[in-house]
Nanobody
Framework: VQLQASGGGLVQAGGSLRLSCTAI????????MGWFRQAPGKEREFVSA????????FYADSVKGRFTISRDNTKNMVYLQMDSLKPEDTALYYC??????????????????WGQGTQVTVSS
């Protein structure tokens, strides 16, 4: 599956952004999807994940209550609604598809396919 993330930008602290990830592939609904982010000089870190049917979600503690992941399998899309943004949310955000299955994963190594990333910058 091929992935392309979009929707990043520059926003003030407290603002919102909605990231989108378009998937090209007939079996999109078979994959759990995740969002990760990577700030300069730091390792890529888990943000959120959703199972293949969109019924189960999981969030990193740092974004819980502020970010919402969702997906629309009829459109081959996954979204990340980001509210109450903070300067520490500044990073390159990636969407990823796992190897398939019913478990939600938080490790980079458990994801097989990656988009190119979209930059999110939050000013203070």
């Amino acid at each position: 599956v091929q992935l392309q993330a979009s929707g990043g930008g520059l926003v003030q602290a407290g603002g919102s952004l909605r990231l989108s990830c378009t998937a090209i592939g007939r079996t999109f609904s078979s994959y759990g999807m995740g969002w990760f982010r990577q700030a300069p000089g730091k390792e890529r870190e888990f943000v959120s994940a959703v199972n293949s049917q969109g019924t189960v979600t999981f969030y990193a503690d740092s974004v819980k209550g502020r970010f919402t992941i969702s997906r629309d399998n009829t459109k081959n899309m996954v979204y990340l609604q980001m509210d109450s943004l903070k300067p520490e949310d500044t990073a390159l955000y990636y969407c990823a598809a796992d190897y398939g299955g019913s478990v939600l994963y938080t490790k980079v190594s458990m994801y097989a396919y990656w988009g190119q990333g979209t930059q999110v910058t939050v000013s203070s």
